[in-house]
T-cell receptor, first 112, second 113 residues
């Protein structure tokens, strides 16, 4: 089954404790991105990747890191999480630049 | 960068009525405009999209119109049904040099019986 998976789905952590949210797709998509969703602000792009080893900042990259060592994986790293990073996070992939984005199920992160 | 404004933020219609959601964008280079539907607790899913070389596109009860000159595009849902209740997001994208997909802030559509 073609899909985008994220783990964990729910995470409660404390300020400053490094964490990684994994994202994997099995559709051989080149383009992957991370979004955060906050009430009233819609979906805001954090980082995106056009291909392996090619990543770039979206609109809200501060406090986040990503890597794209393999085509299928695009982990989101929070080196020192803060409460303002409490949010719902979505990973997405698409076959090409400008194509339909397939979203993962979301990760609800709470930083206390 | 691109800025996408979406209105209204909430919309309540009676079953069978039409619903219209409007978006404006700022970057004239944007050339791809998708619409995503997000049901409660679910992930966003593409429902329709339009490219800048087309003025209108229809898919059953859903249609999207694009006015490049005015830099606005709209989602039209006819004969609304309770299952249309969801949050709808518009987005704008420049497929040339940039790869950032900019979303609107969303419209919560409630279809009442």
């Amino acid at each position: 089954e073609a899909q985008v998976t994220q783990n964990p789905r729910y995470l409660i952590t404390v300020t400053g404790k490094k964490l990684t949210v994994t994202c994997s797709q099995n559709m051989n998509h080149e383009y992957m991105s991370w979004y955060r969703q906050d009430p009233g602000l819609g979906l805001r792009q954090i980082y995106y990747s056009m291909n392996v080893e090619v990543t770039d900042k979206g609109d809200v990259p501060e406090g986040y890191k990503v890597s794209r060592k393999e085509k299928r994986n695009f982990p989101l790293i929070l080196e020192s999480p803060s409460p303002n990073q409490t949010s719902l996070y979505f990973c997405a992939s698409s076959l090409s630049n400008g194509g339909e984005q397939y979203f993962g199920p979301g990760t609800r992160l709470t930083v206390t | 960068g691109e800025n996408v404004e979406q209105h209204p933020s909430t919309l309540s219609v009676q079953e069978g009525d039409s619903a219209v959601i409007k978006c404006t964008y700022s970057d004239s280079a944007s050339n791809y405009f998708p619409w995503y539907k997000q049901e409660l607790g679910k992930r966003p899913q593409l429902i329709i999209d339009i490219r800048s070389n087309v003025g209108e596109k229809k898919d059953q009860r859903i249609a999207v119109t694009l006015n490049k000159t005015a830099k606005h595009f709209s989602l039209h849902i006819t004969e609304t049904q309770p299952e249309d209740s969801a949050v709808y997001f518009c987005a704008a994208y420049e497929t040339g040099t940039a790869s950032k997909l900019t979303f609107g802030t969303g419209t919560r559509l409630q279809v009442t019986l």
